[in-house]
């Protein structure tokens, strides 16, 4: 018996998805301002749909079995849709369990399904990613509350960073079903846990923020973020069985990189000092002597509007009944960016002394007259410089099949190659001595297979199987120079030609199943997951280089874990939700420790549960409270031998294991203040209590360890309205207490800014942040402009009394970031989308950054897309 009201039909069309078990997709545009006079009776699932739709102008067409996707009135004539807003292929909302339930970007507009869950969850649909694109590859990620992305312009790379938790697993990246990360070295600022991927086709993107009940929550301590790759539904318009689409766009304020070995910034060059021996007679010596001056290149900074980096992509897609095809290739050229004008940009300061030193016996009296240059700021670029080793050449392809077969049965395969050569430098010598130097161009490559199998019968709704099997093959070659300089000595070159070989092989299957009782409805899903991975040199090149040190690490790991979720809603009002995952991992180093004959081996395991409830008391207004636990056993990285640190054989690692709290309210209504309107707010507090976090530590030796604990606890907050023509939205995060806790030589030692010659320091969150976003739609929405306004705070400074040994960390100032956009759709297949970022042209670093480079400074971006 179906009873929805009339009202706004966007709502109306959520509360027939639930009622009837429909997966229900539509572009937010399209329903924006429409009503529907509601639903009433015994109907079935066809009749539902005919009468909530009449008189709208809209209609509907089945896609699978409890899949419909809402159309508009020239898709239904066989041309294209009256909307060119992406319908994304139905990403499974989670909150604490796997609800079985799914929702999806497309039908959850801009976001709206983190308003619903029982925690903290950011969604980003294409448009979103590709509106925020940005010059690195991180940069559409920026904006997402306590979200951030560490050493974005010097990596080429993803190291996501949730709520002050980052690096070797925390917060896993999941690339439709697969995994990819990769840990490197990265001098005195400890190391880097690399993700690549190619933003260009990526369709959408869920972050989930703390422990996951999902399949793919295995050691997500901090968080998880998943992303899936473009399909047919992102490519095809209208009712049509093929579909190409064409993208291409330039950018501005970049050059391309310079001869190797080019400096910048303020790099020491020869000067002059001048010594005068005086007893009766005087003579003048000159000694040359070494002090900072500017380099001679990189200030010829672009016009604004001349484009000088480009990109292209083309999808092609064709489907069926029961057959469905995806290829496309994408290619983005960039290089090296400026960095802005204003703010608190670095300057030379020139002093002078003088030094007598008296006549001794028959030494004369000598007078040295030194002229002393030295950088004022915290940055070493000058303003509006080109910053060396920013530049990206990515190409990538994609290519993924489905056959969906009768009785639920659906198979699909995907392969994507991604290849990279990007500019990067060892951020510590940038820190402490050289200075900037443009390095040869990294080289990256990472090849993803995958096949997997679901089966949803129509009849059976205990049965909804998902199962995997996936490989990936990262290949990483760094080629970044470090030279030391020292007074008396000359210069020390240490070659850092990293080269390894990580590979993964996966495999998962998980089984929901639904039914209702006399107590209320109830959900369960079962299932589990195996990763078995591997690092190593390239064939035929040996592990240890012409110094004696091992040049890859070299070692394997294996990690098993089975999952069981719950949720249950015994009333209209009350959810309960509950999760108990069990993780075994056991890991094994080829290479010896330095000075030992031991290989290290690690092997743990451990119980984690998590626990939810939601109370909706009046419709659209929830309130939620959950715990959830996750343990994390030593990476791949963390338990074998090379730079950065030594295993210890004799000393076990515990895993980590985070005791995560959060309480919070959702607000989601339509027709609040007007017809057709929607208010949207959330608030949570969370308190992230990790116990046996793990770091790099100094004592009793220079290896990873279990410290006691870390601390990260504060309020994050969003609040939308959009009346249809415009919208705004704003979002912080506020942390009051950030905290490690270590055993040291004097006892426990707690500090907010991390552990001594450890690596928990370069994960610290600003303490404060804050978007603020807001458009307007005009031309019959065709045309929207809009602008974000991003505050990022500072962290408190961290110096060497605080953190000491080789880490060295980047105080970087707080700042404030103007960025604009518009889109302008100019026909059904036409659309174009411009945008300014930095539009004032600040000079600042950014958040987590490793390397004393400055940002981007003000860019601007021009794309056009196509679709036949």
């Known amino acids: 018996m179906l009873n929805i009201p009339g009202g706004a039909l966007g709502t109306a069309i959520s509360r027939l998805g639930d009622a009837a078990g429909l997966q229900i997709l539509y572009p937010a545009d399209l329903v924006r301002g429409k009503t529907t006079k509601g639903v009433t009776g015994q109907l079935g699932r066809e009749q539902a749909l005919d009468r909530l739709l009449e008189g709208t102008g809209l209609s509907y067409r089945f896609t699978s079995a409890d899949t419909v996707t809402v159309v508009g009135p020239s898709a239904t004539d066989g041309g294209a849709a009256s909307d060119d ?82 690096g070797f697993g925390r917060v896993p990246v999941v690339v439709d079903g697969t995994l990819q990360q990769n840990t490197v070295y990265r001098g005195y600022s400890g190391v880097a846990s690399r993700n690549y991927v190619d933003p260009d086709l990526i369709g959408g993107a869920v972050i989930e923020k703390g422990p996951s009940a999902s399949v793919y929550g295995v050691g997500a301590t901090g968080g998880l973020v998943r992303m899936e790759t473009i399909n047919a539904d992102d490519i095809i318009t209208g009712d049509k069985n093929w579909g190409v689409r064409v993208r291409g766009g330039v950018m501005g304020n970049t050059a391309s990189p310079p001869a190797v070995g080019t400096p910048g910034g303020y790099a020491p060059l020869s000067q002059t000092r001048f010594t005068t021996s005086c007893n009766y007679a005087c003579t003048i010596q000159s000694v040359p002597d070494t002090v900072l001056t500017g380099s001679p290149s990189g200030m010829d900074r672009p016009p604004f509007l001349q484009p000088t980096s480009g990109s292209g992509s083309a999808a092609f897609a064709a489907r069926n009944d029961m057959f469905e095809v995806t290829a496309a290739y994408a290619r983005r050229k960039t290089g090296n960016y400026y960095a802005g004008t204003n703010g608190n940009t670095p300057a030379l300061t020139r002093t002078y002394s003088t030094v007598v030193r008296p006549a001794v016996g028959s030494r004369p009296e000598q007078i040295t007259n030194y002229t002393n240059l030295s950088v004022e700021g915290l940055n070493r670029y000058r303003a509006g410089e080109e910053v060396l080793n920013t530049s990206q050449d990515n190409t990538s392809y994609l290519l993924k099949s489905k056959l ?38 990294s080289e990256v490559s990472v090849d993803t297979y995958r096949a997997g199998y679901s089966w949803d019968p129509d009849d059976n709704d205990l049965i909804n199987l998902k199962a995997n099997l996936w ?38 299957i998980v089984n929901t199943s639904e039914f209702s009782t006399d107590w209320g409805d109830v959900s369960i899903s079962l299932g589990g997951s195996y990763v078995y991975e591997t690092v190593e040199p390239p064939p035929g090149r040996p592990n240890i280089d012409s110094n004696g040190l091992l040049a890859s690490r070299d070692g ?27 993780t075994w991992t056991r890991s094994y180093d080829n290479n010896t420790n330095y000075g030992s004959l031991l290989h290290n081996q690690e092997e743990n395991s451990g119980w984690a549960p998590m626990i939810g409830a939601t109370i909706e008391p009046l419709q659209g207004l929830q309130f939620y409270t959950k715990y959830a636990e996750a343990i994390r056993s030593p990476s791949l990285f963390e338990s074998t031998t090379g730079f950065s640190f030594n295993t210890d054989p004799l000393v076990g690692v515990r895993p980590e294991r985070s005791h995560n709290t959060e309480i919070g309210m959702n607000f989601l209504r339509e027709d609040v203040f007007g017809a057709g309107d929607k208010l949207r707010f959330k608030a949570a507090y969370f308190n992230n209590d990790v116990k046996d976090y ?112 080789y880490t060295t960390v980047v105080n970087w100032e707080k700042y404030a970031l103007l960025d604009i956009f518009a889109s302008y759709k100019v026909n059904e297949n036409v659309s174009m989308d411009f945008a300014i970022d930095n539009v004032t042209d600040v000079y600042y670093m950014d958040a987590l950054t490793l390397g004393l480079m400055p940002s981007p400074g003000r860019t601007f971006r021009f794309n056009m897309t196509a679709r036949f």
């Open 85 to 166: 807003s992406t319908l994304l292929n139905p990403i499974t909302i989670k909150g604490l369990p796997k609800t079985g339930r799914t929702s999806t970007l497309g039908a959850l507009a801009e976001g709206d399904a983190n308003y619903v869950t029982a925690g903290s969850s950011a969604f980003l649909d294409e448009q979103n990613i590709q509106r925020f694109r940005g010059s690195s590859v991180g940069d559409f990620l920026k904006g997402t509350p306590g979200v951030l992305t560490g050493d974005n312009r010097n990596s080429g790379a993803i190291d996501v960073n949730v709520r002050g938790m980052q």
């Open 404 to 441: 969906e077969l009768d009785g639920g049965h659906t198979f699909d395969m995907s392969y994507m190659r991604y290849h990279s050569m990007f500019g990067e430098m060892m951020p510590s010598v940038i820190l402490r001595f050289d200075g900037a130097t443009q390095a040869p161009l």
């Open 471 to 508: 490989m990936t093959d990262t290949d990483t070659h760094i080629l970044t120079p470090y030279a030391f300089s020292f007074a008396g000595i000359g210069t020390v070159n240490i070659p850092q030609d990293y080269w390894d070989i990580a590979k993964r092989y996966g495999t998962d």
């Open 556 to 582: 394997w790991r294996r990690e098993a874990s089975g999952f069981a979720a719950g949720e249950w809603k015994p009333t209209d009002w009350l959810k309960l939700e509950g999760a108990m995952r069990y």
């Open 694 to 805: 793990m770091s790099r530590t100094n004592y009793p030796n220079v290896s990873v360890r279990n410290i006691d604990r870390a601390l990260f606890r504060g309020f994050e907050a969003s609040v939308g309205y959009d009346v249809g023509w415009g919208y705004i939205d704003i979002g912080g995060t506020i942390y009051d207490k950030i905290e490690f806790c270590a055993q040291e030589r004097t006892g426990l030692n707690c500090l907010p800014s991390g552990v001594e010659n450890g690596y928990a320091q370069l994960h610290v969150s600003p303490r404060k942040s804050a978007t603020l976003t807001g458009g307007v739609r005009l031309l019959e929405e065709s045309l929207e402009a809009g602008a974000r306004l991003t505050f990022i705070g500072d962290r408190g400074r961290m110096g060497t009394n605080e953190t000491g040994g």
